[in-house]
């Protein structure tokens, strides 16, 4: 149904570009260096490189205390080779028999137990379009590539390790929450946020098989494992294996879809979604309520001649529980969502505003955090229906990271509820992954 998020227009709140993952265990991958953040900073290496430096001690002290758990009491050790920043000009230490070419790229190699990054252009970019916490997240990934291999957690394909450094990752910034470092204070709200709009920019290309050599996963499931490590620890990292580990990217179907990259023409979009949604809950909503579904209008407008709905003040989109339509500004909102995110970002804009409806037509709220967590498990319901299909409308390789965009976008834009995007993604998460039943 889409391709993978290249964009976000100042319009939506968000700028992030295209590139591949960091490294793992000495293999050093080309990877494009992002095409603007959401900080808007000019590069700083020597603010970047106390970050990095910051980092380091700060996932050491992390490990220190929480290695003997997963080790059965072996004390953790620190990597023996050392840490050490790359230029063009000033390369790292060899790792392997790979010969030196440079690249914008950080990587743990497991040959030489050591950490490397590019000094010049991958840190300092990252520190100015995501943050300090990004670039720690990135040292702590690194770093979770040698608890591995000291806990001997090789073998498994590279998705696996990957994620799993990425839920390690995730670990350390729910230590940090808990007020144990002396060097990194509780991420906020923005913070979180602007960490998973750059995990957006370190990921696969869309279509990449998760069976792939190298691959390391779509930014879903990146944010998925990072997730888990915040919310469930170290130990849950720790249990990542094969079979556990729940991975949604997939090849494209046919060379057509590839070449398309999946894309439906916007008006298509709006209306094959449109129907589709509707179609859904037509189908969920007995089974949420034990009533039947009326249907919703879909009525995309023109902002110079909103439609009326009783009691609620025009806005770019809106539910109108009393009339049984919804609506979107089809001239600005939704063009620009399709353009600079793709169509799924159309999806996720009618996935909430049909679920808002069905939230308010069971007397629940749809308002507040909690109220909007449940309309974005909801939405995720639908996004597990178009996910399972093996016919008819389904999503295409990059959907997924379509909808994390566009949740960042309406996090970004304001109409979060007291959620953070953070959370919302999580919640959407958990309906996507498990259905109607988990939103209940």
Request: with cysteine.
């Amino acid at each position: 149904m889409s391709r993978l998020v290249r964009v976000m227009a100042a319009a939506v709140a968000l700028v992030v570009g295209a590139g591949c993952a960091i490294g793992t265990g000495g293999d050093q991958e080309q990877r494009g260096a992002p095409l603007g953040g959401v900080l808007g900073r000019a590069p700083d290496a020597t603010r970047a490189d106390q970050t990095a430096r910051d980092a380091i001690a700060d996932v050491e002290r992390f490990w220190s205390a929480t290695y003997p758990r997963l080790s059965g009491g072996v004390p953790f050790r620190p990597v023996t080779g050392g840490y050490h920043p790359y230029t063009r000009q000033d390369p790292p230490p060899p790792c392997g028999p790979e010969r030196w070419q440079y690249q914008p790229n950080a990587f743990y190699c497991s040959a030489g137990d050591f950490i490397a990054w590019d000094a010049e252009t991958l840190v300092p970019q990252l520190d100015a379009d995501f943050g300090r916490l990004l670039v720690a997240v990135v040292f702590a990934h690194e770093y979770g590539h040698a608890v591995q291999t000291r806990l001997q957690q090789g073998g498994q394909p590279t998705i696996v390790l990957e994620q799993q450094a990425d839920c390690y990752a995730g670990s350390w910034i729910a230590d940090i929450a808990a007020g144990h470092s002396s060097k990194f204070a509780a991420a906020t709200p923005a913070e979180l946020d602007s960490t998973v709009a750059g995990m957006l920019t370190l990921r696969d290309e869309p279509g990449v098989p998760a069976q792939a050599e190298q691959a390391h996963g779509n930014a879903f499931d990146r944010v998925r494992a990072l997730q888990e490590g915040v919310e469930q620890g170290a130990g849950r990292c720790a249990a990542y294996n094969a079979r556990n580990l729940p991975v949604t990217e997939v090849p494209f179907s046919s060379e057509e879809e590839a070449a398309s990259g999946g894309d439906l023409p916007y008006g298509q979009a709006v209306s094959e979604l449109s129907a589709d949604a509707s179609a859904y809950w037509s189908r969920a909503y007995p089974r949420l309520t034990g009533k039947p579904w009326k249907q919703v209008e879909v009525v995309p407008f023109d902002p110079a001649d909103p439609p009326d709905c009783p009691g609620q003040d025009p806005s770019p989109a809106f539910a109108c529980t009393s009339r049984d339509f919804i609506a979107f500004d089809d001239k600005q909102l939704g063009p620009q969502l399709y353009e600079h995110i793709g169509d799924n970002a159309i999806g996720m804009l009618l996935a909430d505003l049909f679920a808002r409806v069905a939230q308010e037509r069971r007397g629940a709220p749809a308002t507040g955090r909690e109220g909007q967590l449940t309309v974005d498990c909801l939405a995720g319901s639908w996004t597990n229906d178009l996910l399972n299909r093996t016919e008819g409308l389904r999503l295409s390789p990059g959907d997924l990271d379509e909808a994390v965009a566009a949740l960042l976008a309406f996090g970004r834009a304001g109409s979060s509820n007291d959620a953070t995007a953070f959370d919302r993604i999580a919640a959407f998460r958990d309906g996507t992954l498990g259905g109607l039943p988990r939103c209940v």
